[in-house]
């Protein structure tokens, strides 16, 4: 071979691999949330793995550059592609200061669906973080704040202490959501049933929630759909215990038969008892039932508020029923 043209291959060869060794670009999207994103060059050669470590490592760095722990919102993997069409990785996270994991909170699942509620309808995508996270503890002051200082048997002088952690919880929420809608999500509410839309790599996965009138269980219809293949398409009903104690027999992965307007179905349990999956329902006959959906076991009765339908179009559509 000519050494001029063994030159230009060299040459070439050595671009391709300064190209492929770019660094994470970093981009900080306010005073404590940051996004890291790194293309990775090496075509099929390249590493998943390593090209997700390289940006947790930026991840860490920075977190500790500013004193606190990353705390994710939303990431996402692009596999390679063809024509230049790279694999890429985007990480988006809050840096959190140790201070705000000295004190025990467990934020229960009422105040989680207050905060999202309210944060569905207050936030437009453009206001002041800080600001909205405040109007929206305060609408949840007493789901999130006061039924807690009484569930934990905490004096008053707890107070401020709890809306810190609610105010935290809350931008995390907004943030998410933000992130969720900016990645071709969704996010919405149709009078007490919570909807929410996430873009996954090769599917779309969406959750329509509401909790029954004795605030003690949350039933949520649950499907995935693929983005190119129907294959990844699956449709379940999840029913989660608000109050863990009520099902304190039940373990993982244990058969669990409970009556849904009238028909026995059978699920699996997880989390040790606190979430019963029924991956087999029938959810066509459930969302076409416009009058409140019964939900029956041990003797025990839960009703949760009918679908309406504006919610059962919605679930046709987004489901593809």
């Not at 104690?245 to 008892?273: A, H, L, Q």
């Not at 087999?280 to 959906?293: E, G, S």
Request: proline share 3%; with cysteine; aromatic share 10%.
């Amino acid at each position: 071979m000519p050494p001029n043209k063994l030159n230009i291959i060299v040459y070439v060869a050595m671009i391709l691999l300064l190209a492929s060794c770019s660094a994470p670009v970093t981009k900080q999207l306010s005073q404590d949330t940051f996004v890291v994103f790194k293309e990775d060059r090496k075509g099929i050669f390249g590493s998943s793995s390593a090209l997700k470590q390289e940006v947790m490592n930026e991840v860490h760095r920075i977190a500790e550059q500013n004193g606190g722990k990353a705390v994710e919102i939303s990431s996402y993997y692009h596999p390679v592609g063809i024509l230049g069409d790279w694999a890429s990785y985007k990480y988006e996270f809050r840096i959190v200061k140790p201070d705000a994991f000295m004190t025990p909170y467990r934020a229960s699942t009422i105040s989680l669906r207050c905060l999202s509620e309210v944060a569905i309808d207050y936030d437009s995508g453009k206001g002041d973080v800080a600001q909205l996270s405040e109007a929206i503890v305060n609408r949840c002051s007493e789901e999130c704040i006061d039924n807690q200082l009484s569930a934990n048997n905490h004096p008053y002088s707890f107070y401020n202490n709890y809306y810190q952690k609610c105010s935290s919880m809350a931008k995390d929420i907004i943030y998410r959501m933000r992130s969720i809608k900016r990645n071709g999500g969704e996010t919405n509410r149709f009078d007490q049933y919570l909807f929410l839309k996430r873009s996954h790599d090769m599917h779309y996965k969406n959750i329509f929630s509401v909790i029954d009138d004795t605030k003690r269980l949350e039933l949520s219809f649950q499907c995935q759909i693929g983005k190119r293949s129907a294959e990844i398409n699956s449709h379940s009903i999840n029913l989660s215990a608000i109050d863990s104690v009520m099902w304190p027999d039940y373990k993982t992965e244990d058969v669990v038969k409970v009556d849904i307007n009238g028909v026995e179905t059978v699920g699996i349990s997880s989390s040790n008892g606190e979430e019963i999956e029924f991956p087999n329902v029938d959810v066509t006959r459930l969302i076409t039932n416009t009058d409140k959906i019964n939900v029956s076991f041990k003797q025990k009765s839960f009703k949760f508020s009918t679908l309406g339908k504006e919610v059962v179009d919605k679930i046709r559509k987004e489901c593809q029923l």
